[in-house]
């Protein structure tokens, strides 16, 4: 295959499934907090790291670990050190690595992220979700703008590299309103953001809401022309997109853990549902731990489905074309057996979707809306 793998970067994604409260837009795997025992699962993540180690015994140190959720802020300070001592023990932690902490506003203020930085977390990932009380309250969240304010502060006090996460494209939502909006967050000078569009699933809250007519997504020309607000607001603020939905101001505070991801490098996935991507002798494999948390206690190793090389080159696709530096054309010839196709090519450059430069097919804004779209368009 030689085309994904860890010579793409190699990360550690660990899934800590519980939440204070879920939110009604939420279509991860997640449960609520409540007063648990939480050892039984940080006992059963680091049996499924040893056993990854043993099977990945050539793999590399770790260049990322990201804590993901759920709400990872709820994990005390030494159960973050447990982890990462783990990881040490195991795989190893290659020098300068990302290692990153989601965290929800309320648990900054509980617990001081000097406590997360001292247990080697160096990177923040601040889920604001919204500036404004009405869209928080909308969005079900059990912080408010201040709280959301008064955590971001603390964060930077402690963390340069750090990141927030917005929420757009609310129903309703009107083009003056997120202009507003996102100006005042960017004036709050976080170095990286994360801009998602609301996206109505239909197993969620939101979803049961919008199927009983009580709830309108916007349309989709709304979204878009959202989107590109956004993009000129980034742009003006020296955020400029280095990915469909994700801004930073310099390189080094790009995400480097998302980065394995659209790179087609391998990463493991421990905790509740967590998936990952190996490659082993030559065979992509894609890996799904058990999904409730009593499950996955029981038995940490994660059912595996060898990808065929046309499903490889399909997915590296898919991710390639995320990232404003593009898709590698050669990449492409390795993983599908045949360059794009020409014809292809130029019909993208004539849409201004999408153009070629030194090799690598990059996509302009308005191809970024229509990024899937373009993915099928190459497939051969
Ligand atoms: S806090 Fe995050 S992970 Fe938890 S329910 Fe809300 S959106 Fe989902």
């Known amino acids: ?169 609310r129903p309703g939502q009107s083009l003056e309103e997120w202009d507003t909006e996102l100006n005042r967050v960017l004036a709050l000078g976080a170095p990286h953001l994360s801009l998602y569009e609301l996206t109505i699933e239909e197993r969620t809250a939101f979803g049961k809401r919008a199927a009983r007519g009580e709830l309108h997504p916007m349309a989709d020309d709304d979204q878009a022309d959202l989107y590109e607000l956004t993009q000129s607001l980034c742009e003006a603020a020296d955020l400029p997109a280095y990915e469909v939905s994700n801004h930073a101001r310099a390189p080094q505070y790009e995400s480097r853990h998302n980065h394995i991801y659209w790179a087609s490098g391998d990463w493991i996935g421990i905790g509740p549902g967590a998936h990952g991507r190996l490659t082993i002798e030559n065979t992509r494999i894609a890996t799904e731990a058990a999904r409730r948390p009593a499950g996955y206690q029981a038995n940490t190793r994660p059912s595996e489905t060898p990808l065929s090389q046309i499903d490889t080159a399909r997915e590296f696709l898919a991710m390639a074309l995320r990232p404003v530096s593009g898709l590698d054309l050669k990449r492409f010839e390795q993983l599908f057996g045949a360059p794009a196709e020409r014809e292809a090519l130029e019909d993208l450059a004539a849409n201004e979707w999408a153009f070629v430069e030194d090799d690598r097919l990059k996509l302009t804004v308005s191809g970024r809306l229509v990024a899937d779209h373009i993915a099928a368009l190459l497939t051969p």
Not at 69 to 86: D, F, N, R, V, W
């Open 1 to 169: 295959m030689g085309a994904v793998g860890p010579d793409y970067g190699f990360g550690l994604y660990i899934h800590w499934p519980f939440c204070a409260r879920i939110c009604p837009y939420c279509d991860f795997n997640v449960y609520a907090a409540k007063d648990r025992d939480t050892a039984p699962l940080i006992a059963a993540m680091i049996d499924d790291l040893i056993a990854h180690k043993v099977r990945l015994s050539a793999h590399p140190p770790v260049d990322s670990v990201f804590f993901g959720g759920g709400t990872p802020s709820l994990l005390s300070e030494a159960e973050i050190g447990q982890l990462l001592k783990a990881v040490n023990d195991t795989f190893g932690i290659r020098s300068g690595a990302e290692i990153t902490l989601e965290a929800n506003p309320n648990d900054v203020l509980r617990s001081a992220p000097e406590s997360w930085k001292a247990a080697g977390i160096n990177r923040l990932s601040l889920g604001l979700q919204s500036l404004q009380d009405e869209a928080l309250l909308f969005l079900g969240r059990d912080h408010d703008s201040h709280a959301a304010r008064h955590a971001l502060a603390a964060t930077q006090k402690v963390f340069d590299n750090h990141s927030v996460d917005l929420i757009y494209a």
